[in-house]
């Protein structure tokens, strides 16, 4: 299906580098491609180090100036942004189920929450307090913040517009200049933002895109290069670890936020309606392709078999397809090879033991597609246990008491998101607190928009992404020591 956008203006295929679309030095690109179809959609620049390069000096020129902005000002300009973004919701939605592969209301919904952030930020930007400290008769301290410099992101093709301007917006509402590498699945999305950002106004260099093939590269100059002052990721915990090794040699600071293995605990004493509808969402969202989607679904042995017939009822009615059509309740998954590698885990649960209730297998409907799959009889030496899945597999464990159901939950490496249902005011604040976790869902598993700050603890990162605290990760902060005030 060719791409139609009512404003085809966002379409943009160059790199855009100090306020200019430019090709790749040496002219070279690559494809993307529609996941749904595996037709080609687009031909992107495909840049490497050396553009990288001028656009983090571009975004160091332009921040002199941003950054002694009034607030007001800057936070003015992301107001416009945030608006054209919801004014083009219809067509980002578009071209991100294009490129991405989510159904067309995910992907409304993903510009609703993307644009959020921006509308956020362009409140906070003008919240950043200091401190007056006494410390003496004749000296007072003064703790001011300032923007951290430039900054660098990374991001994933799962929420290509999403994960993009939660960092970008609270950056720039600071006063901070932004190179931003978005994943070559999906650059369009990100590439529109910035056609927007433009027209809101916001000046040339401070938000530069390098789309490329070659992320070692682009990725090796944003960490090595010692204007850049942050780094933020988001995407794999192996990269991530790998970024913060970079960064190191400069000292830089990171903000990761990195793969998760998220349980939804149910307890005999939960709303098992509320609880089956949590853990399907929390599962099979964007085809089980988010960094806080249900991993391993925990069910007390009590309501074990009436959960999973319930469950299974609803995974039975899903249509997969391709996200543009009317009537899909789920898309593809990002590639062949992420089906293929989400069939090998569960090939490999089958393989120890584990019952196969639906689906197992690589779709008729293409190499992209693979059938919403639930599997019982799991148990903790599977690779369902203990690593992200990432597509739209759910494997369903059975657990006897709250302490077995904590132990279970807390046995990753990873803390992002974890979710538990339960009626019990007690077991609530027992169980929260004891789950390892950066975030918690008591009774709920949409647990996430711009005034909660999003982020995990242990190998799933650091760093606070919305809220409050979404700005402390571009702002440094400064003492200054004011003397000699007693003398006349
Ligand atoms: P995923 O498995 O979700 O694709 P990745 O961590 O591989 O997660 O990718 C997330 C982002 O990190 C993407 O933009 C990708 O291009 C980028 N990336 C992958 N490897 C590197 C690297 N060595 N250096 C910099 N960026 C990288």
Redesign the pocket.
């Known amino acids: 299906m060719a791409l139609s956008l009512r404003d085809t203006g966002l379409l943009k295929t160059q790199a855009y580098i100090n306020g200019q679309w430019v090709d790749a030095d040496n002219g070279d690109t690559f494809d993307v491609v529609n996941p749904a179809s595996g037709e080609v959609i687009a031909k992107v620049a495909n840049v490497g180090a050396a553009e990288t390069q001028r656009a983090i000096e571009a975004a160091e020129a332009a921040m002199a100036s941003w950054k002694a902005l009034a607030a007001k000002v800057r936070c003015d300009i992301l107001e416009k942004w945030h608006d054209l973004v919801m004014e083009n919701q219809e067509d980002l939605a578009m071209l991100l189920t294009t490129e991405q592969g989510k159904t067309l209301a995910e992907a409304r919904g993903e510009i609703a929450y993307g644009a959020s952030y921006i509308k956020w930020f362009s409140e906070e930007g003008k919240r950043v307090y200091g401190d007056i400290l006494q410390q003496t008769p004749d000296r007072r301290g003064l703790v001011i913040k300032q923007p951290v410099g430039v900054v660098a992101g990374?991001?994933?093709?799962?929420f290509p517009n999403g994960m993009i301007t939660r960092k970008v917006a609270p950056a720039l509402s600071v006063g901070c200049g932004f190179v931003l590498?978005?994943?070559?699945?999906t650059p369009l999305s990100a590439l529109a933002l910035a056609e927007l950002a433009e027209r809101a106004g916001l000046p040339a260099g401070l938000f530069n895109i390098v789309p490329g093939l070659d992320?070692?590269a682009?990725?090796?100059e944003?960490?090595s290069n010692p204007v850049v002052k942050k780094v933020t990721?988001?995407?794999?915990t192996?990269?991530?670890k790998?970024?913060m090794q970079?960064c190191a040699a400069t000292a830089k600071r990171t903000s990761m936020e990195l793969g998760g293995n998220a349980p939804v605990i149910v307890f005999d004493d939960a709303d098992l309606d509320k609880a089956i509808q949590g853990a399907l969402a929390a599962k099979y969202r964007n085809s089980g392709q988010t960094c806080i989607c249900a991993n391993r679904i925990m069910v007390q042995a009590g309501v074990y078999d009436e959960f999973v017939k319930r469950f299974s009822q609803h995974v039975d009615q899903f249509q997969i397809g391709d996200g543009l059509q009317a009537g899909t309740t789920h898309g593809p998954v990002?590639t062949e090879k992420a089906a293929q590698g989400i069939h090998e885990k569960v090939q490999n649960a089958v393989a120890e033991g584990a019952n196969l209730l639906t689906g197992g297998k690589i779709s008729d409907k293409g190499t992209h597609f693979y059938e919403p799959t639930i599997l019982t009889n799991v148990n903790r030496t599977m690779r369902v246990f203990k690593e992200e899945i990432?597509g739209p597999v759910a494997p369903i464990f059975k657990f006897e008491t709250e302490q077995e159901a904590i132990d279970m939950a807390n046995d990753t490496e990873f803390g992002l998101a974890a979710y538990f249902y339960t009626e019990n005011m007690g077991r609530i604040f027992r169980v929260g607190e004891g789950l390892e976790y950066g975030m918690v869902g008591v009774n709920e598993t949409a647990i996430s928009s711009e005034v909660i700050p999003f982020g995990g603890v242990k190998e799933s990162g650091q760093g606070r992404e919305g809220s409050k605290y979404g700005l402390d990760d571009y702002l440094e902060i400064k003492y200054l020591c004011i003397g000699g005030l007693t003398q006349g």
């Open positions: 990374i991001t994933p093709w799962n590498k978005p994943a070559a699945e992320a070692p682009i990725g090796g944003l960490t990721f988001t995407g794999s192996p990269v991530g790998l970024l970079q990002i990432f």
